[in-house]
C-alpha cells in the first residue's frame, strides 16, 4: 500500500472517529456516526422528530448528497468503515 492511500485511509478513519466521539457526546451510541443516527431518527422511526428530519436535510445539504444519511446507515449496518483487519473473521 503507498504512502498517499495510507494517509487517506488515516485520515478517513480519524474523521469517522471525531463524527463518532461528537455522536457520543450528545447521547448517542459510541460506535455509530451522527450522520447514521441522524438517517435512523428522521427516516427510520415511526413518528420522526422535527429536529432529526431537520438535521437530516442540513447534513445532506452540507454533503450535497441526498442520500448521504442514508449512505453513512447502510455503511454502519455492512461494517464498511471498519478496518480490514476487523472483518477478516466474518
Request: proline content about 1%; charged content about 30%.
Amino acid at each position: 500500500m503507498d504512502i498517499q492511500r495510507k494517509l487517506k485511509r488515516y485520515g478517513y478513519h480519524v474523521v469517522i472517529a471525531i463524527d463518532q466521539l461528537f455522536n457520543a457526546i450528545i447521547g448517542g451510541a459510541a460506535d455509530e456516526t451522527l450522520s447514521s443516527r441522524t438517517y435512523r431518527g428522521a427516516v427510520l422511526a415511526e413518528q420522526p422528530k422535527k429536529r432529526w428530519r431537520v438535521l437530516y436535510r442540513l447534513i445532506n445539504g452540507l454533503f450535497f448528497d441526498r442520500n448521504h444519511c442514508k449512505t453513512a446507515y447502510e455503511s454502519e449496518i455492512s461494517g464498511k468503515q471498519h478496518d480490514e483487519r476487523f472483518l477478516a473473521g466474518r
